[in-house]
């Protein structure tokens, strides 16, 4: 990084901007913070921050199956059916449910709930980078946590009101969507400041698995309060990103400008912008550039591709994300039916799998130096994955978990690395010309169409499966290999490319740079 410096120039208007719990760390140690430490408390804050979001993401799967308990799996073969209905042994371990959602199209309302989620959310994606360009990020991704909390504690409160109108639920969800939609871009953009594009793949593969985390951590605490009431699994993990909401604002300096520190080297993986022009639009009317048209950005080499691709990766993964603990507690593995809390401890290993996924994919696609390729190994891999999982995960424990732990590496292997590494390679593509506002646009178009697949995933699934599981399980099989599909163009150009290095290799030539900036 180079030799660091602090210019006492610049102390009166930086003290202004420094977090407040920066400023009372430099004043007890009585010496400024470096640069490097400025960039360990970015990864943990901003590693913590989007880890809280997905566990208060997490809460609405684990409690799916208490809110809606009656609704077996249809291939437990009709004698378990039978004698589970009539010693209502089903009842006794999910419970009874709660209106409305426990009425005969509960399943189909509670997909009803992940669509309006989702949609405002990926509709809060295209506004809130805007938004935040125009306000200290701190601030910002403060009030973005501390209202997620509020409004998803609000749903929990309807267990002690004995709220049983779908609509305040509705309303609840739609409002924690907005609110949720501040997190993405304000993470990516102050981690974009601090850290440069050297081995970006493994570095964001590694700092990605926020999301897993955040699922696991959501899932544990939510199973573990459903014991004492549904509305606990919403209030506690609502509680937690608020006060981390809080930590944020003590904490984060959003660049190294607002707390008087600058690297005396600029390389070339300068931590500047390599990131935040990505996400956000342009900062200052000084800036170079005039924003790109919507049809235009579509044009930007690599973009559409990794767009609809990233689409069918997050609508399965999303999928995973809000109905696995529902399957498995209406699934009877070895013939036993899971209570809610066993089954949503269970689907942890599903973002377990999901944190090595996303290492992995980072790494490979570093050492290759082929995005595409990577991303797309991975989702065909998935295919088979998810056919094992449905036509023999019910047959033993040590089978279901091996295959769901198989199924979180393929599935968000790939949508790990698009929504990392692939959108900061695109987000500094040569035809762009370092137009922060065009890297916006292509970003929103990224990260927002793949929030569209999120929002259909779910809900599809809340009305197929009242049919049929497998019909669901084909859906994502299918969503997977079309994934893959988009992906075929440059897939074919990373191999074309790979075949000329090694020409050039042997007749002393120079590789070239990867395919997603190029081609």
């Not at 308990?69 to 059916?81: A, F, G, K």
């Not at 506004?127 to 749903?155: E, P």
Request: aromatic share 12%.
């Amino acid at each position: 990084m180079g030799s660091i410096t602090t210019e006492p120039a610049h102390e009166s208007n930086t003290r202004n901007t420094k977090p407040p719990g920066i400023r009372f760390t430099e004043r007890t140690r009585k010496s400024n913070i470096s640069f490097k430490s400025h960039q360990a408390i970015v990864l943990i804050v901003t590693f913590l921050a989007y880890a809280s979001y997905h566990a208060s993401r997490k809460t609405t799967s684990i409690i799916k199956s208490a809110l809606d308990p009656q609704s077996p799996d249809e291939t437990t073969t009709l004698q378990s059916v039978s004698f589970l209905r009539r010693s209502n042994a089903l009842s006794w371990v999910l419970g009874s449910g709660w209106a409305p959602f426990n009425e005969s199209n509960g399943t189909a309302l509670l997909g009803d709930l992940d669509l309006a989620f989702l949609f405002v959310y990926a509709v809060g994606m295209f506004f809130s980078g805007h938004i935040g360009d125009r306000m200290n990020l701190r601030i910002f991704l403060t009030i973005g946590m501390v209202g997620t909390g509020l409004f998803t504690s609000l749903f929990g409160l309807g267990y002690w009101a004995n709220i049983h109108t779908f609509y305040y639920y509705l309303i609840v969800q739609m409002v924690a969507g907005l609110f949720q939609s501040t997190g993405w871009p304000s993470v990516v953009a102050v981690v974009g400041n601090w850290f440069g594009k050297s081995k970006r793949g493994l570095i964001m593969g590694i700092w990605n698995a926020h999301t897993s985390v955040g699922n696991i951590s959501g899932s544990l605490i939510a199973a573990y309060f459903l014991k004492y009431g549904w509305g606990w699994s919403m209030v506690v993990p609502g509680l937690m990103i608020a006060v981390v909401g809080v930590l944020v604002f003590l904490f984060l300096p959003v660049d190294p400008e607002s707390v008087g520190v600058v690297a005396a080297e600029d390389d070339a993986g300068s931590p500047k912008k390599a990131l935040t022009e990505h996400l956000l639009s342009a900062k200052t009317d000084n800036e170079k550039g005039s924003p790109v048209g919507f049809l235009e950005a579509w044009r930007i080499p690599g973009v559409a591709p990794f767009a609809f691709c990233l689409f069918f990766a997050k609508l399965v993964a999303y999928t995973f994300l809000y109905w696995l603990p529902f399957y498995i507690s209406h699934t009877a593995i070895n013939g036993k039916y899971l209570s809610s809390t066993a089954a949503g401890n269970l689907s942890t290993l599903f973002d377990v799998g999901g944190v090595v996924g996303g290492i992995l994919a980072g790494y490979i696609s570093d050492r290759l130096n082929a995005r595409a390729i990577t991303a797309a190994s991975f989702t065909y891999c998935a295919i088979p994955a998810l056919y094992l999982y449905r036509c023999y995960g019910h047959t033993s424990m040590p089978v279901n978990i091996i295959l769901m732990l198989v199924i979180g590496m393929f599935v968000n292997g790939p949508y790990a690395l698009i929504t990392t590494a692939v959108s900061a390679d695109l987000g500094t593509h040569r035809s762009l010309r370092g137009n922060s506002k065009a890297l916006a646009t292509v970003t929103a178009i990224i990260d927002g169409t793949g929030s569209v697949g999120a929002a259909i995933g779910p809900v599809l699934t809340g009305y197929i499966s009242t049919k049929s599981w497998s019909a669901v399980f084909s859906m994502l099989m299918a969503s997977a290999f079309v994934a893959g599909l988009f992906l075929t163009k440059l897939v074919v150009a990373e191999v074309t490319e790979k075949i000329q290095d090694l020409q050039r290799g042997s007749s002393g030539g120079t590789p070239r740079s990867s395919v997603v900036e190029e081609v």
